[in-house]
């Protein structure tokens, strides 16, 4: 395990979180987005996770390194009565994956989340992603179904399977 310190991201990061997201946009299907996403775009998104609200923003850092990951609580969905709710997102820089990055943002974010008033974490994986279904069980997250090919990418069409946490 790399030791990093998980901290509240700030405007100097979206360069980098940029970068990491990136990566994954254009190499693989962990994320359905197709284009890579602008700084100007990031910075915009970056200002949707306030620090004193339940949208959060952290990043992993890696002294003398940088930062070298993210997570995130994003609305589940816009309707103001899912606001007990929130999705999460996190993403590790793809040559630092396996060391326990993924799981020390986690727990910091579940952390800060104990402050918030909310009922349900939703989590999103695009199949196959070993990894990611065992970072979301460490934290308690359970199956709740798999929508099968409903989206493609590279050609081909790929699952999601959500997952739920119970605060
Ligand atoms: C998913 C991701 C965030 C996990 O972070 P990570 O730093 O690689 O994972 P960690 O090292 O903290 O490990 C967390 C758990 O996953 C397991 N794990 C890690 N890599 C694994 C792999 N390749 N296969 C199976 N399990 C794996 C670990 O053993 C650990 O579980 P344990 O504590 O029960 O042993 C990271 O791999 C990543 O960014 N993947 C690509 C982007 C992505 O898929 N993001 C999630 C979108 S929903």
């Not at 360069?15 to 990031?42: A, L, Q």
């Not at 929130?86 to 060391?99: C, G, H, K, L, P």
């Not at 196959?128 to 997250?141: G, Q, R, V, Y």
Request: aromatic content about 14%; overall charge neutral; hydrophobic content about 35%.
């Amino acid at each position: 395990m790399i030791p990093v310190t998980v901290r509240y991201a700030e405007l100097k990061d979206v360069p980098s979180i940029t970068e990491i997201y990136n990566d994954y946009v254009v190499y693989t299907t962990s994320t359905f987005d197709v284009t890579p996403k602008s700084v100007e775009d990031r910075t915009a998104w970056y200002y949707e996770h306030p620090r004193d609200s339940r949208y959060k923003l952290l990043v992993a850092e890696q002294h003398a390194v940088g930062v070298i990951g993210f997570t995130a609580t994003s609305p589940f969905r816009p309707k103001e009565a899912y606001r007990s709710s929130v999705e999460t997102t996190v993403y590790v820089a793809r040559n630092m994956r396996s060391r326990g990055i993924g799981a020390q943002l986690y727990q910091r974010l579940f952390d800060e989340l104990g402050e918030e008033d909310l009922h349900r974490a939703y989590a999103c994986i695009s199949l196959p992603n070993p990894a990611s279904l065992a970072l979301h069980e460490k934290f308690d997250f359970t199956p709740v179904g798999i929508f099968h090919e409903a989206g493609k990418k590279f050609g081909r069409y790929v699952s999601i399977q959500w997952l739920e946490k119970q605060f």
